[in-house]
């Protein structure tokens, strides 16, 4: 990859061409949530195949999507679909459209994903509200960055998951009556599932939720001065759990199953932070 100032400035440039609001709140769907993108209103859709420099997700469930719009007068931007390590993407390029949304200007970024439950007290369909991730993918976004005088090499990741952001996540789901768990989000590279014996142990180091995804995205995002918000959809109890066969189609039928909840939460966050400065 280019110098990714000159990178940057080209994905921008283009962008730019169609839209040049500054959206405020950015939005990474996850396996099956890329529904929520057809709640805003005044739709600007930009197929990421078109953003220079843009990668292109090959999982089902993911639309390749970049959408601009409003909820409750709040400019959004909304990534349909993700990359994963595990697609042979690199870091850089997982985490490259993140630093896009942060030149378009966004100030808080929200991943969500579709996860599997470690903890054994949860259910499937349940949503969780990350408060802290175990990062097990063997690397980092972070690795082989030398521009600081862009960016700092060395960042803290003690409150990743933006406090504050937690709090106005809880406060929606209140008043929506949406039931919210929260917990500690594990990121392996897959694409396979995880063994039995892999769950007992990510169990034995704190996790509640395992999925491939999102570590990357909030590793960057906190690099880049963002403030994060992280939402699992527990698609599935984790291997051994159940005693059965794991699949990604009970993934995406599950995703389905939660849309409304999904949806409800997520309209109402945005509109709580509508009310703030942000």
Known sequence: MENITKTLKKSMKYIRRYYSSTPKVGLILGSGLGVMADSLQNPLSIPYSRI?????STVK???????????????????KGRFHYYEEYPMEDITYPVRVLKELG?????????????????????LMV?????????????????????????????FGYNPEMI??????????????????????????YETPAEIR???SI?????????????????????????????????????????????????????????IKLIKGFLLELSKMEI
């Open 61 to 79: 469930g993911h639309s390749n999507t970049l959408v601009f719009g409003e909820i409750h007068n709040l400019k959004v931007v909304v990534m």
């Open 167 to 192: 709090q106005v996540l809880k406060k929606a789901a209140l008043k929506n009556k949406v039931p919210l768990r929260q917990g500690v989000y594990a990121a392996m590279t897959g694409p396979s």
């Open 130 to 158: 990350l408060t802290d991730h175990i990062n097990l993918m063997g690397d980092n976004p972070l690795r082989g960055w030398s521009r600081e005088d862009l960016y700092p090499r060395f960042i803290d990741m003690t």
């Open 52 to 56: 220079p420099f843009f990668p292109v």
């Open 206 to 262: 704190g996790a509640d939720a395992v999925g491939m995804s999102t570590v990357p995205e909030v590793i960057v995002a906190n690099q880049l001065g963002l403030r994060v918000a992280g939402i699992s959809l527990l698609t599935n109890m984790a291997a051994g759990i159940l005693k059965k066969k794991l699949d990604h189609k009970e993934v995406l039928e599950t995703s389905e199953k939660a849309r409304s909840k999904f």
């Open 201 to 203: 142990m990510l169990d």
């Open 106 to 126: 966004i100030k808080v970024l929200v991943v969500t994903n579709a996860g599997g439950s470690v903890n054994p007290r949860f259910r499937t369909g349940d």
